[in-house]
């Protein structure tokens, strides 16, 4: 019996990383978006960072920002990066997917009032992310 739940559990665990790996391919930045991303990456750095520090937004938005970074930080990555394309885009993917969903419950504004970097970074950061709002047209 022990033996049978052991197994069922290592088969739902693989199951739900087999589901995380395709919603991270169909998530996926399309084209130069994912370069540009890369690019991006020591600004987005500080923009979370900013970003979690800031009371004015929602607790669960900052509660979010905080558990990304930690994420970021942790030193493996749940998707390994000999997978071609993914591998090394999972980090990227999941960034885009909080940012969104953190223009969503506080605003672009937020977002761009500390935002790090130059206006075409943040222009990058609208595209790659899809944010957008009534001052971004």
């Known amino acids: 019996m022990g033996r049978e739940l052991l197994i069922g559990l290592g088969v739902a665990l693989l199951a739900s990383w ?18 540009e991303a890369v690019r991006l990456l ?3 750095l ?16 900052r509660v979010r920002l905080a558990l990304l970074m930690v994420y970021l ?20 993917i999941i960034v885009a997917l909080v940012l969104r969903s ?11 009032r500390h935002w790090p970097g130059t206006e ?10 899809g944010m957008r709002g009534p001052e971004s047209g």
């Open 46 to 61: 500080r923009l979370l960072r900013r970003l979690a520090a800031d009371r004015t937004l929602p607790r669960g938005v």
């Open 102 to 112: 953190t223009v969503r419950r506080a605003g672009l504004a937020a977002v761009r």
């Open 73 to 92: 930080a942790i030193p493996f990555d749940l998707i390994p990066d000999f997978l071609p394309v993914i591998g090394y885009a999972d980090d990227a």
């Open 18 to 35: 087999l589901l995380l790996v395709v919603g991270l391919l169909l998530a996926r930045p399309k084209g130069p978006l994912l370069a």
């Open 42 to 44: 020591p600004d987005l």
């Open 120 to 129: 075409d970074g943040f222009a990058a950061l609208t595209r790659l992310t």
